[in-house]
């Protein structure tokens, strides 16, 4: 409709134009005609229109339908989905803590004369850390040495006269006595000695001194705490499962004659990560279940041993702990971030065989790292876009190249 209009109103100006340039027959014009002037003014109203009828005339063309455009293949990337063996697994929050933590104190009264280590220093099984004067145990020491000594000279001579007959029964039973009660106090004395010096009872980190040298450690009853040490290698994890948690634990480790938590220990590797791990690298053993959950939380208190042969998991850091549920499995592995969802669930790209991609719906499993588990949905021939999936749409042409997924980092295989 536009176009014809357009063609209306050009032949309307083309003959308007036309009439003013006819040839006048006459001198003067008949009455009702108009004049050369009056033709050229209305010339002069209808070129105006010019100007918008060629916007009429552009924007009747702009109502073309313009034809569409093909689009041009996504560059993209695909690969395969990683077959690998995994387990179900679950995490807890867990806290280290030392396998062994042992007060130091003074059991004897005395000037402390000597600290024999750093504080913080790590320190071997027998190693000297503190020494409080001796020279006073030294000389009981002696004193019941002699006085030993003296009692057994006596008892042997009681006992050689009476096989004389030259003694009574009663006097050797007096110097068996005398010698039993020195033996006894020269025992005493040793020990009292010996605890003048203070060693290391195991391997172990020392805390750092509490009394320094000079100081007059009085008899108290307790002792006087003069430093602690912990042994942190091996070490322990403490974490806590729920009820929930633990009946599925349970529930999955049926098939494997396992019923009750404490048939767990000693069984159940264990894995443990610190906070900036790369995975779960520190692996031990369960070795302790509580027998009944907390009344107050409703967990079950767990506990697992771990090597800590260099020394990394330091007492009282916060550790991720990471427990198997499962018997291993083969399955199908993709990158976490090529899964996409929406309304209808996950789902991923694929690449058919005329190269467009495809949405495929998925069912996923577990995460293992950067991988997700896929259970339903895929198939391990599948050529799964694991790039440039952002813009995809179904059905589009793409041109892509082939790539690889790294197979996940499982615990107990160093991550």
Not at 43 to 63: D, E, I, M, N, Y
Not at 127 to 133: A, N, Q
Not at 151 to 164: G, H, M, V
Not at 367 to 372: E, I, N, V, W
């Amino acid at each position: 409709m536009m176009s014809k209009a357009f063609t209306s109103l050009a032949g309307r100006l083309a003959r308007i134009a036309g009439s003013g340039n006819r040839p006048r027959h006459d001198s003067f014009p008949p009455v009702g005609s108009s004049t050369p002037s009056m033709h050229s003014s209305r010339l002069v109203r209808h070129l105006l229109l010019v100007p918008a009828l060629v916007a009429f005339g552009a924007l009747a063309g702009c109502q073309k339908k313009h034809e569409p455009v093909a689009q041009a293949p996504a560059a993209v990337t695909v690969a395969a989905p990683v077959q690998q063996s995994v387990q179900n697994y679950q995490t807890f929050d867990g806290t280290a803590s030392p396998l062994l933590v042992v007060d130091l104190e003074a059991r004897v009264p005395g000037f402390l004369e000597q600290i024999l280590f750093k504080d913080g220093s790590q320190v071997k099984k027998g190693d000297l850390l503190f020494v409080i004067e001796q020279d006073q145990y030294k000389q009981e020491l002696n004193l019941n040495q002699a006085i030993y000594d003296q009692a057994k000279i006596e008892f042997d001579r009681q006992s050689t006269l009476l096989s004389q007959r030259a003694t009574s029964q009663a006097a050797v039973d007096r110097a068996r006595s005398d010698l039993q009660q020195a033996s006894a106090n020269l025992q005493l004395a040793k020990i009292n000695f010996g605890y003048t010096e203070i060693r290391a009872p195991f391997d172990g980190v020392m805390g750092r001194h509490l009394v320094d040298v000079g100081n007059y450690l009085g008899g108290a009853t307790g002792g006087i705490k003069l430093a602690t040490i912990r042994q942190v290698s091996p070490l322990y994890i403490y974490f806590s499962m729920n009820e929930i948690e633990l009946l599925k634990f349970l529930r999955s480790n049926t098939e494997q004659g396992v019923e009750t938590s404490h048939a767990l220990v000693g069984k159940v590797p264990v894995y443990a990560a610190l906070q900036g791990d790369t995975g779960f690298p520190h692996e031990g053993m369960l070795d302790f279940a509580a027998s009944d959950l907390s009344a107050s939380t409703g967990t079950l208190q767990l506990r697992a041993q771990f090597p800590n042969a260099n020394k990394s998991i330091v007492p009282g850091v916060y550790a991720k702990v990471l427990i198997n549920t499962s018997k291993p499995r083969d399955a199908l592995l993709v990158p976490f971030g090529a899964i996409m969802n929406d309304q209808q669930g996950a789902y991923v790209f694929v690449v058919d065989a005329q190269n467009k991609a495809q949405r495929r719906v998925i069912e996923t499993g577990q995460r293992f790292g950067a991988l997700m588990e896929v259970t339903q949905g895929l198939k391990a021939d599948d050529k799964v876009v694991i790039n440039g999936f952002v813009t995809l749409s179904p059905g589009q042409p793409v041109k892509a190249d082939t790539g690889t997924i790294e197979p996940a980092r499982l615990p107990g295989k160093g991550a």
